[in-house]
């Protein structure tokens, strides 16, 4: 019943822009937490960035702080992930998930917070 849908990533250059979605289903996007984690080649899954209920607070990864910006639509039962200045480093693949234990507050870790998790999508950064 629950799904949580990504979309949006793709092939960019370093310096580049991309703009990810999560589509959520099944239950009520407004009321919990969500975050974006990220996983590349041969490393763990790392969190990137999440976003509080009814505007709570929101984190970033020291590597993508002034870079990415999480926002999210309520109306449209979307959060997006806005990356800019992208670097080869960013490649990997992303994926959204929610916490079914998390408001308004939101934090990264530990990532067994988060209950339910997209199939992610793929993002190159390469020249």
């Known amino acids: 019943q629950v799904q949580l849908v990504e979309s949006g990533g793709g092939l960019v250059q370093p310096g580049g822009s991309l703009r990810l979605s999560c589509a959520a289903s099944?239950?009520?996007?407004?009321?919990?937490?969500i975050g974006w984690f990220r996983q590349a080649p041969g490393k763990e899954r790392e969190g990137v960035s999440c976003?509080?209920?009814?505007?709570?607070?929101?984190k970033y990864a020291d590597s993508v702080k002034g870079r990415f910006t999480i926002s999210r639509d309520n109306a449209k039962s979307t959060v997006y992930l806005q990356m800019n200045s992208l670097k080869p480093e960013d490649t990997a693949v992303y994926y959204c998930a929610f916490s079914t234990g998390l408001f308004r507050l939101c934090v990264l870790n530990p990532e067994a917070l988060y209950d339910y998790w997209g199939q992610g999508t793929q993002v190159t950064v390469s020249s």
């Open positions: 976003i509080g209920s009814s505007d709570g607070s929101t």
């Open positions: 099944g239950f009520t996007l407004d009321t919990y937490a």
